[in-house]
């Protein structure tokens, strides 16, 4: 142990500039005996380790454990995403709860990114009109829960604080006035609709790909803007479903006509269909619905318990047109006409039976895990049993979700191994097209297009 302390002193003071490594105690010692008793250096763990250390991240990410059921959406609709114009009436809503029972001075403020996600070099003043950060309006208590929490809820933009540029934006909340005292980030889009995206969902060129793969066809027109340089200064990117952890971008164009960019079917926009989610209906714990096998009170004064069907693999089956909400979840207790602070939360069973464990680990996917592989949503495998568990403590509403597998060394999950594959399936695309701007010191986003592989 000292020989360890000794050489991280002499690995941070060779460093030009002053390092702080965090490092729980506890983790150090456990580490140095695991790798006392094995001989060997311990794995790490799959999937980002949320709550430490607070480093921010420009992606959508949870700081703090006792927070949970986190939705930032276009205010009207609670599955609309989080996009929006710039200078116009339209706003997103920024929803999360607190199970601690303290209600906190909670801040935020907006972070402007580059096309790929980078904080800009542009300062505060510089896109934001009004104060730079503000305190979140007061939390709520929530009412006639089993699981008591604080529930809180933000506008933006508002009268205080309002974007003066297009591009990415991170919605950033920390404690008081302490910007390092992350509690969550979200991202946001700022759109300015300067440029024309003709754009469509096709079969694949790749014939092994027909059945299995959707391809994004677009084209860019330019007419808003004035194009220097149209490889370098236009960036292109694409999402499915909203995932950020798949966000395809590096799109060239492969002619240039004038102010017209044809990426035909550009590699990048190739995507596997997946299959539609599963789902199960939690709006009412007075009773079972279909996918719900059944509904028991906690123990003491425990939350309810929540055992879903056991749910099969889908990788041989044929396509089945069920509909979905593309991964997403509504907060909803019928009992209390949708109020966000009485919908209380459950203790729900995942089980997905196997004849053997996979070589990568399965996760419980979606909206509700931010639509990435975190450890806590990380399934657990019973030999015995023959079956993968979880359970997970969720807000009563309308859920969608996958089960998905991370291979070692991939940042993006594969859909595909348990859920299986189809052209068919039925998802939403959106096309983001950014402009480099000198003058601005910027990344613009001028242009976005959403589609639908069915309905175009």
Known sequence: MKKLL??????ACATRSVVLLVVPLTAVLQACGNTASTGAT??????????SPQVLVAEDRTYSPTIRTVQLYKQGFELAPPVIELNSAEAVVLRFDDLQPNIENLSYTLVHCNADWQVSDLLPGQYIEGAYSDFIPAGNNSF???QPFIHYELVVPNAIMRPTRSGNYLLKVYRGSDEEDLVLTRRLLVF?????????????RQVDMRDVAQQVDLTVTTNGISVQDPFGDVHVAILQNMRWDDLRSGLKPRFVRGTELVYDFPQQGLFMGGNEHRNFDLKNLRYATQRVARITPGAGEGVYEAWLLPEERRTIRMYNNQQDINGKFIV???LVDGDPLGADYAEVHFTLPLN????????????LSDFQCRKEFRMTWLPEEKRYTATLLLKQGFYDFSFVTL???????DIGAVEGSHYQTENDYLVLVYFSD???????LVGVRFLNSRKG
């Open 144 to 146: 006639n829960t089993l």
């Open 192 to 204: 300015e609709q300067k440029a024309r995206i003709d754009a469509r969902v096709q079969a694949s």
């Open 356 to 367: 053997e464990q996979l070589l990568d680990e399965v996760y419980v996917y979606g909206q």
């Open 438 to 444: 000198r003058q601005q010191r910027c990344d613009r």
């Open 6 to 11: 000794e050489s991280l002193t002499r690995a």
């Open 332 to 334: 909803r207790n019928d």
């Open 42 to 51: 311990p794995s790490p763990p799959a999937g980002p380790d949320y709550w």
């Open 407 to 413: 291979p070692r060394g991939a940042t993006a999950p």
